[in-house]
């Protein structure tokens, strides 16, 4: 079966805490993004990754790191310098860069 | 800069009606457009798009969008709107390889309500 997915479905962070979020496709998709979803604003772009060992920031980059040191999988790191981290994070991936972005279930993260 | 809108936050409609999603985008170069829906909770799915070709785009769950380069618009539309079709829709826009930015853009969404 197909797809992208992420886990877990809901996460829970600490104040000072440092929490990653996992996506994985076994799409064979070269490029993979992370975005976040608040209320009212659509998707703002996190961090994306065209090819393996790279990527590169989005709009919203500050207080969140990245790796893709595999094809399959792209986390991402919600760091304790993100003051405002509560929201809705999906993954998604596609063939290319410029080809259609397919998104996987989300994770919704919250604050204690 | 790019962007796109959404000007309608919530659209209602009776069920076996036509249902119209309105898109308004700006876009340096050629524009690919996008329709997305989200259902509670869940992550986007891809319902269609445009890139190049005939104006009216048909896409899954009996959706089309129509393609209007002198309005710069990208409005989606059914002929009867189902309950089911009460979601969240998005449209997305990004320039073609000649532009300038190739990063998506999504717009706010809107909520669509689709009463019995």
């Known amino acids: 079966d197909g797809g992208i997915t992420q886990s877990p479905k809901y996460l829970f962070r600490k104040e000072g805490q440092n929490v990653t979020l996992s996506c994985e496709q076994n799409?064979?998709?070269?490029?993979m993004y992370w975005y976040r979803q608040d209320p009212g604003q659509g998707l703002r772009l996190i961090y994306y990754?065209?090819?393996?060992?790279?990527?590169q920031k989005g709009d919203i980059a500050e207080g969140y790191s990245v790796s893709r040191e595999k094809k399959e999988s792209f986390p991402l790191t919600v760091t304790s310098a993100q003051k405002n981290p509560t929201a809705f994070y999906l993954c998604?991936?596609?063939?290319?860069?410029?080809?259609?972005?397919?998104f996987g279930p989300g994770t919704r993260l919250l604050v204690l | 800069a790019q962007s796109v809108a959404q000007p309608e936050d919530q659209v209602n409609v009776a069920e076996g009606n036509p249902l119209t999603v309105k898109c308004t985008y700006s876009v340096s170069g050629n524009p690919y457009l996008f329709w997305y829906v989200q259902y509670p909770n869940r992550g986007l799915q891809f319902l269609l798009k445009y890139i190049t070709g005939d104006n009216l785009v048909k896409g899954s769950y009996g959706f089309e969008a129509e393609f209007n380069k002198s309005q710069t618009s990208f409005h989606l539309k059914k002929p009867s709107a189902l309950v089911s079709d009460s979601a969240l829709y998005f449209c997305a826009v990004r320039a073609d390889r000649g532009g300038s930015q190739g990063n998506l853009i999504f717009g706010k969404g809107t909520k669509l309500s689709v009463k019995p």
């Open positions: 998604a991936s596609s063939i290319g860069e410029w080809e259609t972005q397919y």
């Open positions: 799409l064979n998709h070269d490029a």
């Open positions: 990754s065209q090819i393996v060992n790279d990527f």
